[in-house]
């Protein structure tokens, strides 16, 4: 049974949510294309959350185009972000004409996608990051990291999806959390990490480096965000200065929030 709604934090940013407007293409990737998921849909499904801000995070069917996360940031206001999807080949230009867009880093699929040259990852991260302060956000399965964690430390800013997603692989998660990687305590659907022992342990070796996301709309999770997930943090956690750093000011720090 969830704790009560009065034990949770005051204030949240939800720092991963999708937008799936059909007005703008969408790409099949493994023979899926996700149901259409509006701004007034995420509205509905968050309301009686204290969210004052967020993170709008461009998924694999959403491939190099920006038009959506545009239109999608114009209408949720100022403080609201996004993350994109660029080829390494994109011009320094568009990076900076992107970055008055209010779109602050980009996302690299390591589970779903094709990336697998990490020492070109680095060196894209450490361009964006001189060209415009951005940072990269990865989507991997934690057990294929033991290779990558030194390389992926050189990063300049970096965040991790869902907790790493594999339980086996949350020594790794720590390991990245030592180095100063943020990670993202989202995706519960999707993990199969042990939610209160992954909180505990990575609050634990860097009290600054969990932050909260509903990964709405949850699209080929097992299940959507619940508010018993934000249940689940709030009891691991135990102590209202680390709830409201894992569910606000964390992310404010790290997307530079107003």
Not at 106 to 113: A, I, S
Not at 118 to 123: N, S
Not at 233 to 256: G, M, T
Request: proline fraction near 5%; charged fraction near 25%; charge should be negative.
């Amino acid at each position: 049974m969830g704790i009560n709604r009065e034990h949770w934090p005051k204030r949240m940013i939800d720092t991963h949510l999708h937008i799936y407007d059909e007005a703008f293409p969408l790409i099949e990737n493994q023979g899926h294309i996700p149901k259409p998921f509006y701004i007034d849909d995420y509205n509905r499904l968050v309301a009686g959350m204290p969210i004052e801000g967020g993170v709008i995070v461009s998924g694999s069917f959403q491939g190099f185009e920006q038009r959506y996360l545009k239109a999608a940031l114009g209408n949720l206001g100022d403080n609201f972000v996004g993350i994109t999807q660029l080829p390494g080949s994109v011009s320094d230009e568009k990076i900076q004409q992107l970055n008055e867009h209010r779109i602050r880093g980009v996302r690299v699929n390591l589970k779903r996608g094709v990336h697998r040259d990490i020492e070109g990852i680095v060196e894209f991260g450490r361009r964006i990051w001189d060209l415009a302060g951005w940072h990269l956000e990865i989507y991997v399965d934690s057990r294929e990291l033991d290779d990558m964690v030194p390389t992926l430390l050189k990063l300049p800013k970096l965040s991790v999806d869902h907790l790493g997603m594999a339980k086996s692989g949350l020594s790794q998660i720590r390991r990245l959390a030592e180095g100063g990687v943020n990670i993202k305590a989202s995706g519960f659907g999707r993990t199969e990490v042990n939610i209160p022992e992954a909180i505990k342990t990575l609050y634990k070796t860097n009290p600054d480096c969990l932050m909260f996301g509903t990964d709405l709309p949850g699209t080929r999770s097992n299940r959507s965000f619940e508010p018993s997930d934000i249940d689940s943090i709030v009891e691991a956690l135990d102590d209202s200065e680390a709830i409201d750093k894992v569910f606000y000011q964390n992310a404010k720090d790290f997307y530079k929030l107003a």
